[in-house]
């Protein structure tokens, strides 16, 4: 490997999530696939399925965490929107400004070479 290049993939001897689930992976069933096996049995109550759903969404669905703003705002909403009314809008093309895809000049809509053809 060059001096200084990045290395990828895993560590040598690093375990895999596999070799760390340890009894239950050799079984071939983990606590997570019994219930999910519970919560598919349409013979349970839906209660007890609803029950299993919560208990197993945790281990499918990671939990947001909780971020603090850390700094400062100089400006409030309220600063910033009298800030925007203070300034000048455009509004796009006046009544007397042409626009981008209308015909101009004295030629009538629809004759002339078609893009195609002026090739």
């Known amino acids: 490997m060059a001096r200084g290049a990045a290395r990828t993939g895993r560590k040598a001897g690093a375990t ?8 239950a992976a050799e079984g071939g069933l983990t ?5 999910l096996t519970m919560l ?7 209660k007890a399925r609803f029950e299993i759903a919560k208990a197993a969404a945790p281990y499918v669905h990671a939990k947001l965490a909780t971020v603090e703003q850390s700094g400062g705002i100089a400006l409030s909403h309220e600063d910033a929107l009298a800030a925007l009314d203070d300034e000048p809008r455009d509004d796009g093309p006046k009544d007397h400004e042409p626009r981008g895809n209308e015909p101009q000049g004295d030629e009538p809509e629809g004759e002339g070479d078609p893009p195609e053809a002026a090739g």
């Open 16 to 23: 895999t999530r596999r070799a760390e689930a340890g009894p």
């Open 40 to 46: 598919r049995d349409e013979s349970l109550e839906p």
């Open 31 to 35: 606590p997570l696939d019994y219930m």
